[in-house]
């Protein structure tokens, strides 16, 4: 069972990400207006916004102008369940596999934006550095590096140094 609620963590989690990929490299803002047709910009009612299911049950198409939605949504959405199941494999319930997770979820973002557009937006990569010096502190102090995953604070900021 607790599989099973990793994957629809990762597929809930996908669908934010879709918002994340159509909005961030316009500008807009991820939390409004609330998700939207991106052909005739009418509103997803709640009951349209499953992720995976309403994609099958719709096949493809816009509720309102039946225009088609990219099969990119689907595919965002079952990848991060995906990926979120086999993190959940690996590394069970977690502070390991949050981090993880949230550092795959952000490889997403960043792989969809660069496809799209060819820039990885410093709006996720720079808090992204910050973010990641201090959960290599957190984790390295709180579990140690027993998990193999966990690099030390002093790795993870020679790896900032080199990169400014």
Known sequence: MLHFAAFIFGALAGSFLNVCIARIPKGESIVQPPSHCPNCKSPISFYDNVPLLSFLILRGRCR????????????V???????ALSLFERFGLGFVFFVSFGFVAALVVFSFIDLD????????????IVLGLLLSIVGYFAIGNASGIVPSPMSSAIVWWKRT
Do not use: H, N
């Open 77 to 83: 959405e079952l990848m991060t369940g995906l990926l």
């Open 64 to 75: 309102s102008c039946s225009e088609r939605i990219s099969w990119r949504y689907f595919f």
């Open 117 to 128: 557009v060819r820039i990885v937006p410093d709006v996720i990569s720079l808090p992204g």
